[in-house]
Each structure stands twice: as structure tokens, then as C-alpha cells.
């Protein structure tokens, strides 16, 4: 079992696409969407939902009002400002303070300040996820709440179900759609990888955003591999770019060029190697043996 992650340094550089893409070329794999502030590869995958559960991975503090003793050690102790009091209709002061959920950030301070011993801190529901069905194999995918936080518990959540389901079924291939940046869910999303795919396009902050990955990977060890796509908007930093990299030992997996049939397949909810056959499709196959060769 090799578990590939596509992942990227910014946002809007084709990485979902390329994955579906993966997905229709791949043999006995399972699809794993880490994206979970931003899911999109539903979208083009259309899969079916066979299970759904909640995800709690954070408290939350809630005050028992017939408890509280308005002594506003609470209020004084949050460093969120989430401790207030309701302003009701009459315009006067309420007799106990509440706690936006919004903006409690599940510190406990105040349950520990508090001399009543007046405030809850319990699990909340965070979001949600799902094992489904796709036309390419079975995928795991999330939500996550509104304004909700710990992506990166969501993430570990969702690699841990893709790997139990290609142990299960004996699967050759964990294909993860992960977040951009460089941040805790990308963390999440590549630590103990076989294999990372860094999408990026040409441009400077999509050089810049590749090094900043580069140096992610570098520090656990992971191999790295880069594609640049939509290439030919710009020749000239896209060899700047595959330069840069492997001087970071990061080795170029190929170069897709910019083709509108890849947003047609997307507003057809298909790959876009299902879409077409034409020269885009080609590079995306490119691409695709390149990774099968760097997993050796």
C-alpha cells in the first residue's frame, strides 16, 4: 500500500483536478479528501454517501445559569472575549453572562476560574464525515462547521478510515486531495506519506509558496515531487520554478498546460482525462507515471 498527497502552497492551483484525474487512472485505490476546510473533490467525483458520522474534536463551556453567581472572575480570565452579558430588550443588564460559541476557544480557563463551579465544558460537534462510493472506488471525505477548528484532528481522522479501508479490501493506492499552505492541516495531511506531489503555477507567488512546501517536506523527510501547471502561461518562471526545486532535492513529475477543458469537466462532474482525450490529458498520464516512478 503507497500513500500518495497531492498537495499545494496557495490555493487555485488545479490540485483537486489533478487528483480526480488520479483517481480515473489509478488501480485499486481509495480516495481520501484532507481539504476539509474546503471540500471540493465531491464535486467532481459525485460520490455516494454509505456512511455518515459527527466529528468532535474540541469542548466548548457553556454556564448553568441557576449556578452562576455573576462574580465575573470569568469575564475578567478570557483572553477571546468570549464571556459577555446578553443586553436583553428592556436595555437592562442580564443577571448571568454567556458564552459565545463563536468565539469560545475551549481554553478552560474559566471553568477553573470560576468559584461556583457554574460552567460546563463539554465535547461539541465539530463537523462531520464520510466513508462513499465513487465511480473510481470507495473515498472518505468531511465538512467542518462553520467558524470550527482542529482541521488537523479531522484530517488524521480521515487518512486513519482510507488507510483501515485499503487494509481491508487490500488496496494498492491511498490517494489524498490535501489542504494548501503550510499550516496544521497540510501537517496533518503528509506526515508519514510515501509520497507528496506539489502543485504549483508559474507564477511568483507560486514559486515562493513551492520552497515554503519544499522546506515543510524536507523537515519530515517525505520525497517530493513537483508539477507545474498551466506551464505555458509562463515559460520562463516555470523553469525558474523546477530549478528552484530540485535545488531544494525536489525533482519535477512533468508540466500540465493550461486547457479550459479542465474547468468544462469540472462543470461536468468528471475527470478531465474522462473528459478528453487531447494533448491536456496526455500531460496529466505524464504526470501520473512519474509519481508510479518515484514510489519506485
Known amino acids: 500500500m503507497k500513500e500518495i498527497v497531492v498537495i499545494s502552497g496557495k490555493g487555485g492551483t488545479g490540485k483537486t483536478s489533478i487528483v480526480a484525474a488520479f483517481a480515473a487512472l489509478a488501480d485499486r485505490k481509495v480516495l481520501a479528501d484532507c481539504d476539509v476546510d474546503a471540500a471540493d473533490l465531491h464535486l467532481v467525483l459525485n460520490p455516494k454517501v454509505d456512511h455518515r458520522k459527527d466529528f468532535s474534536g474540541s469542548k466548548k463551556a457553556t454556564i448553568r445559569e441557576d449556578e452562576c453567581i455573576a462574580c465575573d472572575r ?54 462531520e464525515w464520510y466513508t462513499s462510493s465513487t465511480n473510481y472506488g470507495p473515498m472518505v471525505h468531511a465538512r467542518l462547521g462553520m467558524a470550527e477548528g482542529n482541521s488537523g484532528k479531522l484530517v488524521t481522522l480521515i487518512r486513519q478510515e482510507a488507510r483501515d479501508i485499503a487494509g481491508r479490501d487490500n ?84 508540466r500540465i498546460r493550461y486547457d479550459s477543458a479542465i474547468t468544462e469537466a469540472q462543470i461536468m462532474k468528471t475527470s478531465v482525462v474522462e473528459y478528453t482525450d487531447g494533448a491536456v490529458s496526455d500531460d496529466i498520464k505524464a504526470v501520473w507515471q512519474n509519481v508510479l516512478y518515484a514510489l519506485g
Open 74 to 127: 470569568c469575564i475578567e480570565e478570557c483572553r477571546f472575549d468570549a464571556i459577555q452579558y446578553p443586553v436583553p430588550s428592556n436595555g437592562e443588564k442580564a443577571e448571568t453572562p454567556y458564552i459565545n460559541p463563536i468565539f469560545c476557544e475551549g481554553c478552560a480557563v474559566c471553568v477553573r476560574v470560576c468559584p461556583a463551579g457554574a460552567i460546563s465544558f463539554e465535547p461539541v460537534v465539530n463537523g
Open 171 to 254: 488496496l494498492d493506492y491511498i490517494i489524498v486531495d490535501g489542504s494548501p499552505g503550510i499550516g496544521c492541516p497540510v501537517i496533518a495531511s503528509i506526515t508519514g506519506a510515501d509520497l507528496v506531489l506539489v502543485v504549483t503555477e508559474p507564477t511568483l507567488s507560486g514559486q515562493h509558496d513551492l520552497l515554503r512546501v519544499a522546506q515543510l517536506t524536507a523537515h519530515f523527510r517525505i520525497p517530493t515531487i513537483v508539477c507545474v501547471n498551466k506551464w505555458d502561461l509562463n515559460p520562463e518562471i516555470t523553469e525558474q520554478i523546477e530549478g528552484e526545486a530540485q535545488e531544494h532535492g525536489v525533482n519535477p513529475a512533468g
